[in-house]
């Protein structure tokens, strides 16, 4: 078994991947979920019966969502774009067919005439599902990631970084943030009950069980030997006490301030964080001060990361705030997807003269680029994931076949019975659901797999077919825990 210093070695001193690369793994799984709700919409068009049963689902489900995720960055990691072009190519070919071979009366006609009424058309707007599936797959990819970094199948590109650079792991961990920040009660538009101090306490209290768990994990981490990326966080601090002070200085700071304002602030905090790094020895102290003497020392970049975090939280609120309001119109979220695009993208420009005056991405500190570049890559995601759902809503609605769960549905002025209890069936045999239904545990769950994993496994000399076997055994079993819980309708909270 390798020692506790060679695997502390193989996960530092990585210096990242290129920004296109990290984009490029972005179109993945937003075209793997288009093409499972094809295949669901193909099978009823041949006359096949739904739904499967929930063992037919659950492999489905994995098949379609987590096997592609699990090999991109493992076995099929050198050929990405060759793999993201052939199910491309397969799903716009299975689009056409759908279209060709539509029922719905309503869309009978040339091909422009049939867009053209479907983009006046109406959704049903009680939800925004691409921000379901985002928080998922986010999910998804950090349960994978946390794993597969310790297998040499893994490359090196993708783990954290040292100092600079944008791996994709890096990345995972502001989304992660991002996520939690695009559903808090601040972005769905909850009214606060109660005094703002009150408000504030309540938040302080829910927040408990990420406390426990930042302690349970630096207890096991410690008594156990488990290897530990001390530059990462710190020696005692880690990821769950920073979301926990994320959440409630967050909480605070919406109290104070107008939801509304959450950009401005976003960027204020940015960018004086920035500022100081620049102007005083805050910098040097951070990456470049050997010294681990007192607490402050020893979890130097755990503590003062967490401004960065809240930063990037600030600013999934404000896009929360926006994805949140009520829209019934196609014609409305195409215009929504636009302006992600576009927000994306001049965010983009904006990493880059961020990158020339300051300083590049640095997760470490979480330095202002790393804030613009996380906000950046959520929105170019939840971009492609609210495009792959616009053109399932379209296969959708010319086949008459509204039962793809965790995705948009055709507006419909009556609901028979038998639709609404399908659709439950439907919802109820979903993984997607079923992640969404205990986000935490899943998380948790993940974790507690991979220790035990890398107790059993000697993870540094394996070779790749049982790296790969084992990542995609370690996820179905992450996968079925959660999927039984859900079918048994039991949701597990911590507060």
């Known amino acids: 078994m390798?020692?506790?210093?060679?695997?502390?070695?193989?996960?530092?001193?990585?210096?990242?991947?290129?920004?296109?690369?990290?984009?490029?793994?972005?179109l993945l799984a937003p075209l793997c979920f288009l093409s499972r709700g094809l295949f669901l919409i193909v099978f009823h068009l041949g006359k096949g019966v739904l739904p499967f049963s929930w063992g037919t689902h659950l492999l489905l489900d994995f098949t379609a969502l987590i096997m592609p995720l699990?090999?991109?960055?493992?076995?099929?990691?050198?050929?990405?774009?060759?793999?993201?072009?052939?199910?491309?190519?397969?799903?716009l070919v299975v689009l056409y067919l759908v279209y060709k071979n539509g029922k719905h009366p309503s869309f009978q006609g040339s091909l422009y005439s049939t867009i053209d009424r479907f983009v006046q058309s109406r959704v049903e707007s009680n939800l925004v599902p691409f921000v379901t599936v985002f928080r998922v797959l986010v999910n998804m990819k950090t349960a994978i990631s946390i794993l597969a970094v310790d297998f040499s199948v893994f490359p090196r590109r993708y783990a954290k970084t040292e100092m600079y650079g944008t791996g994709v792991m890096d990345f995972g961990v502001g989304a992660y943030v991002m996520a939690n920040a695009l559903v808090c009660p601040e972005a769905r538009g909850k009214d606060i009950q109660g005094s703002k101090i009150s408000h504030v306490f309540k938040q302080l209290i829910s927040v408990w069980p990420l406390v426990l768990l930042g302690f349970v994990r630096l207890a096991s981490v410690k008594s156990s030997g488990y290897h530990e990326h001390v530059t990462e966080y710190g020696v005692h601090w880690n990821f769950f006490f920073t979301l926990a002070i994320v959440r409630v200085v967050a909480s605070a700071l919406l109290a104070l301030f107008p939801v509304d304002a959450s950009w401005?602030?976003?960027?204020?905090?940015?960018?004086?964080?920035?500022?100081?790094?620049?102007?005083?020895?805050?910098?040097?102290?951070?990456?470049?001060?050997?010294?681990?003497?007192?607490?402050?020392?020893?979890?130097?970049?755990?503590?003062?990361?967490?401004?960065?975090?809240?930063?990037?939280?600030?600013?999934?609120?404000?896009?929360?705030?926006?994805?949140?309001q009520s829209r019934n119109l196609v014609k409305d979220w195409i215009r929504v997807i636009r302006n992600l695009l576009l927000t994306s993208f001049g965010l983009f420009f904006s990493l880059y003269i961020c990158q020339i005056c300051t300083?590049?991405?640095?997760?470490?500190m979480a330095n202002l680029s790393f804030c613009i570049w996380t906000v950046a890559q959520a929105l170019f995601f939840l971009s492609c994931l609210s495009i792959a759902d616009l053109l399932l809503l379209f296969s959708k609605a010319i086949s008459n076949f509204s039962f793809v769960s965790a995705s948009w549905c055709p507006y419909q002025n009556k609901k028979s019975l038998p639709d609404e209890k399908m659709r439950k069936?439907?919802?109820?045999l979903c993984l997607v659901q079923s992640v969404n239904r205990n986000q935490l545990l899943y998380f948790l769950?993940?974790?507690?797999?991979?220790?035990?994993?890398?107790?059993?496994?000697?993870?540094?000399?394996?070779?790749?077919?049982?790296?790969?076997s084992v990542l995609l055994l370690y996820m179905f079993m992450n996968s079925l825990v959660i999927f039984i819980l859900h079918i048994n309708k039991i949701t597990i909270k911590f507060w």
């Open 2 to 26: 390798a020692s506790e210093e060679v695997k502390v070695a193989f996960v530092s001193n990585h210096n990242g991947t290129t920004l296109t690369e990290v984009s490029l793994g972005s």
């Open 70 to 91: 699990v090999l991109s960055c493992t076995a099929l990691s050198d050929i990405l774009h060759f793999v993201i072009m052939g199910i491309a190519v397969v799903d």
């Open 264 to 324: 401005l602030l976003a960027l204020l905090i940015g960018g004086t964080y920035q500022v100081v790094l620049e102007t005083t020895g805050l910098k040097s102290f951070l990456i470049h001060n050997s010294e681990r003497t007192g607490f402050l020392q020893a979890n130097r970049e755990g503590i003062f990361s967490v401004v960065g975090y809240i930063a990037i939280y600030m600013a999934g609120v404000q896009v929360g705030r926006y994805l949140m």
């Open 359 to 364: 300083e590049p991405v640095s997760r470490r």
């Open 425 to 428: 069936n439907m919802d109820a």
């Open 445 to 468: 769950l993940a974790n507690t797999m991979t220790g035990l994993t890398n107790v059993l496994i000697d993870t540094l000399n394996s070779n790749d077919v049982l790296a790969v």
